[in-house]
């Protein structure tokens, strides 16, 4: 697992995380890495609370989303890519 991928999803846990998160369990958890023999990496991650993340991408960038519970109950999706230039996410 790519250390930027555990990072992240250890900090999108983090940032939504509620006493009722605890009990959470993992449901999914896909890494394949190095696919073409450049670096380029496939990762999905899906959790009981409701969030889950995938991503793919090489040494180049990378795009994904991911799902967030929102106050209202309804998945909050955010789709992404970072490159050279930065993290660009998109609310939606």
């Keep these: 697992l790519p250390p930027q991928a555990v990072i992240f999803a250890l900090l999108l846990v983090a940032v ?5 998160d605890r009990e959470a369990q993992l449901l999914k958890l896909e890494n394949r890495q190095n696919l ?8 999905e991650i899906e959790v009981s609370n409701g969030i889950s993340a995938k991503a ?3 040494v ?5 989303e991911y799902f967030l519970p929102g106050e209202d109950g309804k998945p909050i999706r955010v789709t992404y890519t970072a490159d050279a230039n930065g993290f660009h ?4």
């Design 89 to 92: 996410p998109q609310l939606q």
């Design 36 to 43: 073409d023999g450049a670096g380029q990496f496939q990762h």
């Design 60 to 64: 180049n960038g990378i795009q994904g």
């Design 16 to 20: 939504h995380c509620n006493e009722d």
């Design 56 to 58: 793919q991408g090489n």
